[in-house]
């Protein structure tokens, strides 16, 4: 039921999705001065995934204990100081003079910022309680501004010619000194101590379970995570390799998908109030499904374009339905909750794009990326599930 939201209220939800734009505007920074970090350490193609792989190990870890520190202290009271950390941890890969100091530096961002991933999620599913509506799909879009953001940012520095540790100060200190104005619009969240015997003359003894809702949660989430990561890693490539498009027409078709998926993020909250998450997200699957299969099946360049652009479009609101319905099934686990599923979801954000490499040697590219689409049509059959049950 929606309800008339308070001045209180609309600064909250202005304050998180300042905190969604920090941790895409330094995701976007870093990704963008990656080469230059790369080329200034002298480091080969296997070194530097080893320096993204500890950023991926330091995230998966980071979130077996963000969510249990979200609940405990209460979102509002984590994520500030974690978003701090991370604004100020990411300065330091520019400065690494080595590939060990860059793995370090790489894995603290990783394991600092699942905190904020977590805890700002927890907290937009407060802010959608206090507005009796859907707005996580719009808090999602705001992480993909600040990653346009960022990586603009990065460019910009490298057609000025400044290196990648005046690009990251240029980002983290000013995003870490606006945290502390911006940290006094959230909304007061009450702390959820777990007693660890469960007591059940304890207030909230509540701990949340790896039930198998929580389990098929976080595997719709991996499914489009998956496609995500395919995308991000393969449109390109499929359109050079495969259509023979020249190298701008094949970029541009992988930025034809990100901004599909920018607008149905934006769009997502009106399509959930509309049509229900569970409607949502198994239309959602279907588009996905069709725009991937016919992008394959067409085999031609405008065809594939349309097609990228309806996946994206598809893609862009099923995970924030996810995370919502997760935060949503009890309010005193809801941190906990999100990191589960979020941990199984960021697996296949990371693995997508291997799982359609290895494919790819095997069956070919084309057939591989045949994955994502039948991921797709999981999602849409497994909607149902977003009725999340009853806590006991």
């Not at 990783?110 to 719009?138: C, K, T």
């Not at 009450?190 to 039930?211: K, Q, V, Y």
């Not at 996905?288 to 992008?295: E, F, Q, T, W």
């Not at 099946?297 to 862009?316: K, N």
């Amino acid at each position: 039921m929606t309800t008339t939201p308070t001045r209180r209220h609309t600064n909250a939800r202005a304050a998180v999705c300042y905190f969604f734009i920090l941790l895409g505007t330094v995701s976007g920074a870093w990704a963008a001065r990656i080469p230059d970090v790369k080329n200034t350490l002298h480091l080969t193609d296997g070194q530097i995934s080893y320096a993204l792989l500890a950023a991926a190990l330091g995230l998966v870890l980071g979130m077996r204990f963000a969510g249990h520190l979200s609940d405990r202290l209460g979102s509002a009271r984590l994520l500030p100081p974690a978003a701090i950390a991370t604004a100020l941890v990411i300065t330091l890969p520019g400065y690494a003079p080595d590939l060990p100091a860059l793995i370090t530096a790489l894995f603290l961002f990783g394991l600092i910022s699942a905190s904020v991933d977590v805890s700002m999620n927890a907290h937009g599913v407060e802010i959608e309680r206090a507005y009796g509506r859907p707005l996580m799909s719009s808090f999602h879009g705001m992480f993909s501004i600040g990653v346009l953001a960022g990586a603009a940012i990065g460019g910009l520095f490298a057609w000025l010619d400044l290196n990648a540790a005046a690009t990251l100060t240029a980002v983290g200190i000013p995003l870490a000194l606006a945290t502390l104005y911006v940290r006094r619009h959230l909304l007061p969240t009450t702390p959820h101590p777990t007693d660890p015997d469960g007591d059940p003359h304890t207030p909230t003894p509540r701990r949340a379970r790896w039930n198998r809702w929580i389990i098929l949660m976080g595997v719709v989430s991996f499914a489009g995570l998956v496609g995500e990561g395919a995308a991000n890693d393969w449109t390109a490539v499929y359109l050079f390799q495969n259509l023979h498009a020249s190298e701008p027409v094949a970029a541009a078709a992988f930025a034809v998908f990100s901004a599909t998926m920018t607008i149905g993020r934006f769009a997502g909250d009106h399509l959930a109030q509309r049509l229900g998450p569970t409607r949502l997200v198994r239309y959602s699957g279907l588009v996905a499904a069709i725009g991937l299969g016919g992008a394959l099946l067409g085999g031609q360049i405008p065809i594939a374009f349309a097609g990228f652009a309806l996946f994206g479009l598809g893609l862009a609101p099923i995970v924030p339905q996810v995370f919502s319905a997760a935060g949503n099934q009890d309010p005193v686990t809801a941190g906990r909750a999100i990191a589960q599923v979020a941990t199984v979801g960021y697996a296949g954000l990371l693995a997508g794009p291997a799982i359609i490499g290895a494919a790819a040697e095997l069956v070919g590219l084309p057939a591989a990326l045949g994955i994502p689409a039948v991921l797709a049509l999981f999602m849409a059959a497994s909607a149902g599930a977003l009725r999340s049950p009853a806590p006991r």
